[in-house]
C-alpha cells in the first residue's frame, strides 16, 4: 500500500462547485502539505501544517482552504472552483529534516 | 491533460552514458538541497539530498555536487537507463525556514 495517498486520483467538475481533495498518510509523519503542478512552473505550495492544530498559507493559497482531519489526514477544498485552479495536485508529508514524500497525486479538471 | 514535461529545458542522453542534469538556487541562505525524481503520472520521489557544509554526496549511480560559490547544484546519472526517463527537480530549504522551494523541472530523456 502507498505512504501516502490521495483520492480521487481524477476529477472533472464544473466552475462554481465545492471539490474536496483527500490525503491520508501511514508514514508517521507530523507535517503534510498540498502543493499545485502546472506545466513548467514546477510544484507551488498551497497550504502546510505541522500538527493537528497548525496550519499555515503557502504561496498560493487563495481559493483554497484545508482541514487537518488527524496526524493522518489533511484535505484540500476548492469553495468554488475556477477553471485556473485546473492542475495536478499533490500531498506530500515529511520530517523537521525537510525531506518530503509524496502521493500520487489529483489531476483536477475545472469546466 | 499536459505533460508535466511541457516546456521544460530537456536532455536528451544515449543509453549509458552519463546524465549532468543542472540547478541554480538563488538564496545563498539555504543551507538543505533535494533532488527529486518525477515519472510520468506519479508524484515526485525523492533521490539524493545534500546539506550545505557537503560539496558532494554519493548514492547509487548519482551524485549530486554542490557548489556554494556560484549557487549551482547538478544531479549526476551514471549509465543511463531508459528508466532514468523522467522530470527531474532540484528543491532548497533555507535555514529558518520549514518549506522546500522547487525549481521548474528539467526532462531526461534516454535514447535507447
Known amino acids: 500500500d502507498a505512504d501516502v495517498t490521495q483520492t480521487p486520483r481524477n476529477r472533472i467538475t464544473k466552475t462554481g462547485k465545492r471539490i474536496m481533495l483527500e490525503c491520508s498518510q501511514t508514514k508517521g509523519h507530523d507535517r503534510m502539505y498540498w502543493y499545485r503542478q502546472d506545466p513548467g512552473l514546477g510544484l507551488r505550495l498551497i497550504y502546510y501544517?505541522?500538527?493537528?492544530?497548525?496550519?499555515n498559507k503557502g504561496e498560493i493559497s487563495d481559493g483554497y482552504s484545508v482541514s487537518r482531519q488527524a496526524q493522518a489526514k489533511f484535505s484540500l477544498s476548492l469553495e468554488s472552483a475556477i477553471p485556473n485552479q485546473t492542475a495536478l495536485y499533490f500531498c506530500?508529508?515529511?520530517?523537521?529534516?525537510?525531506?518530503?514524500?509524496f502521493g500520487s497525486g489529483t489531476q483536477l479538471s475545472v469546466l | 491533460g499536459e505533460s508535466v514535461g511541457l516546456h521544460l529545458p530537456t536532455l536528451s542522453v544515449q543509453e549509458g552514458d552519463n546524465s549532468i542534469i543542472n540547478c541554480a538556487y538563488s538564496n545563498s541562505a539555504s543551507d538543505y538541497f533535494i533532488w527529486y525524481k518525477q515519472e510520468s503520472g506519479k508524484g515526485p520521489q525523492f533521490i539524493i539530498d545534500?546539506?550545505?557544509?557537503?560539496d558532494k554526496r554519493q548514492g547509487q549511480r548519482v551524485t549530486v555536487l554542490l557548489n556554494k560559490t556560484v549557487k549551482h547544484l547538478s544531479l549526476q546519472i551514471a549509465a543511463t537507463q531508459p528508466g532514468d526517463s523522467a522530470v527531474y527537480f532540484c528543491?532548497?530549504?533555507?535555514?529558518?525556514?520549514?518549506?522546500?522551494?522547487f525549481g521548474k523541472g528539467n526532462q531526461v530523456v534516454v535514447i535507447p
Open positions: 545534500i546539506r550545505s557544509n557537503m
Open positions: 501544517s505541522f500538527d493537528v492544530k497548525d496550519i
Open positions: 506530500a508529508t515529511g520530517k523537521e529534516d525537510g525531506k518530503l514524500f
Open positions: 528543491a532548497e530549504k533555507r535555514y529558518g525556514n520549514n518549506r522546500l522551494a
